[in-house]
């Protein structure tokens, strides 16, 4: 298999860390949707990463949805199988994707036009805010999110902050957010974190 995408992406970045813990063998080119457009434009014409191109020459796009094929391959998926702990965690995963999403596109409106629209960016912070206080109000005492294994949830939501942290220097303010700020240390701690990563590197 094949992983198409910069790790400073949070939605690479979490394909690569599900990759590494399942033990699934791949290879890595960290193409710009930028600087890359043409090539990613071939694969996917969204122009959008994460690609992973599996060894029959499919390209799936979308995290989640590679997340779901990755978890089919192996018996112990990093998602539940059985509910309700399964919704359980999809409802974190997806506020956490939710959270960088939304510092995504304050970053491309703060990069891409030179004015920016001040409506736009106030949606922006107000989201990432709301979101950020939810999960800190909602974060157990517990290891990891859900007990003492690490998920998915977890996962994406160490990589949206690390992404919001590097992307918006001051936007957030750590000590506002004790319990996500020990989470994000945890779990950036990890070997598999030290070696899925990459400095957030503004597109020129």
């Known amino acids: 298999m094949i992983l198409i995408g910069q790790y400073d992406s949070p939605f690479v970045r979490r394909v690569g860390i599900a990759l590494t813990l399942y033990g699934q063998p791949f290879d890595h080119r960290p193409w710009s949707v930028f600087a890359d457009a043409d090539k990613l434009r071939a694969i996917n014409p969204l122009m959008r990463v ?17 997340l779901d094929y990755l978890d ?18 999809l409802r974190i995963a997806a ?5 960088a999403d939304k510092a995504v596109s304050l970053f491309y409106e703060r990069r891409l036009h030179e004015v ?7 949606r ?31 996962i994406a939501l160490a990589c949206a902050l690390r992404f919001v942290t590097e992307a918006h220097p001051g936007l957030i303010d750590a000590a506002g957010y004790p319990r996500l700020a020990t989470h994000a240390a945890r779990a950036e701690a990890l070997e598999v974190f030290q070696r899925i990563r990459q400095p957030f590197v503004a597109p020129a």
């Open 124 to 154: 922006c912070r107000v989201q990432i805010s709301a979101v950020l206080a939810l999960l800190e109000a909602e974060r157990p005492e517990s290891l990891w999110w859900f007990g003492d294994a690490m998920g998915h949830a977890d």
């Open 72 to 89: 089919n391959l192996v018996d112990a998926p990093l998602f539940p199988r059985a509910e309700p702990a399964r919704h359980q965690a």
């Open 50 to 66: 994460p690609v992973l191109l599996l060894p029959d020459g499919s390209a799936l796009t979308d995290s989640h949805m590679i």
């Open 116 to 122: 920016t629209s001040a409506v736009w960016e106030h």
């Open 95 to 99: 506020l956490a994707c939710g959270l």
